[in-house]
T-cell receptor, first 112, second 116 residues
Framework: AQSVTQLGSHVSVSEGALVLLRCNYS??????LFWYVQYPNQGLQLLLK??????LVKGINGFEAEFKKSETSFHLTKPSAHMSDAAEYFC??????????FGKGTRLHILP | GAVVSQHPSRVICKSGTSVKIECRSL??????MFWYRQFPKQSLMLMAT?????????EQGVEKDKFLINHASLTLSTLTVTSAHPEDSSFYIC????????????FGPGTRLTVT
């Protein structure tokens, strides 16, 4: 079965500091992995996706993620946090029937 | 491109009444639409998948008679919560897929349902 585990339901970083949100996956098929962002009372916006091409994936808003098969990880990073990055972030994996399975989410807080 | 809208964005209804939520793909044809439910501070749970012109496929544990889904056209799907109760209060999000790969989904902005 496919699943993702996000380590840390809340992460706080200072403005300008590195953002690192952790995601580990389990998949019985070649994994397709996604990161989504959700701002309060809004839907989800795709940040980036990995679909078996380059292992380092660059997304919108300066985010990137690296697929590491040996570690079954797909951590999300951004070199310098902005206040506007405060939101809920969801890691997700493609299921066997091509649906999306979401992690429980990580709320990112940016400290001034 | 690939914009999905939902209407209404917020709705308050009384217990026992029904409420309809619309999901529209504005600039593409959505062969498949999905309905998710999100409880406060939790992840999205898939409720059902609908393909244009056919019956929706519900996930285990979702009451199909309570959550009626219609996908009458390639740009519109509706979710009707029938005989709503306070425990149905939630954030409902739809998404749409335009192709054969249904993991490529575009999400609507969500609808906040409050049942009093």
């Amino acid at each position: 079965a496919q699943s993702v585990t996000q380590l840390g339901s809340h992460v706080s970083v200072s403005e300008g500091a590195l953002v690192l949100l952790r995601c580990n996956y389990s998949s019985s098929v070649p994994p397709y992995l996604f990161w989504y962002v959700q701002y309060p009372n809004q839907g989800l916006q795709l940040l980036l996706k990995y679909t078996s091409a380059a292992t380092l994936v660059k997304g919108i808003n300066g985010f990137e993620a690296e697929f590491k098969k040996s570690e079954t990880s797909f951590h999300l990073t951004k070199p310098s946090a902005h206040m506007s990055d405060a939101a809920e972030y969801f890691c997700a994996v493609r299921s066997r029937d091509d649906k999306i399975i979401f992690g429980k989410g990580t709320r990112l807080h940016i400290l001034p | 491109g690939a914009v999905v809208s939902q209407h209404p964005s917020r709705v308050i209804c009384k217990s026992g009444t029904s409420v309809k939520i619309e999901c529209r793909s504005l600039d593409f044809q959505a062969t498949t639409m999905f309905w998710y439910r999100q409880f406060p501070k939790q992840s999205l749970m898939l409720m059902a998948t609908s393909n244009e012109g056919s019956k929706a496929t519900y996930e285990q544990g979702v009451e199909k008679d309570k959550f009626l889904i219609n996908h009458a056209s390639l740009t519109l799907s509706t979710l009707t919560v029938t005989s709503a109760h306070p425990e149905d209060s939630s954030f409902y999000i739809c998404s749409a897929s335009s192709g054969t790969v249904t993991y490529e989904q575009y999400f609507g902005p969500g609808t906040r349902l409050t049942v009093t």
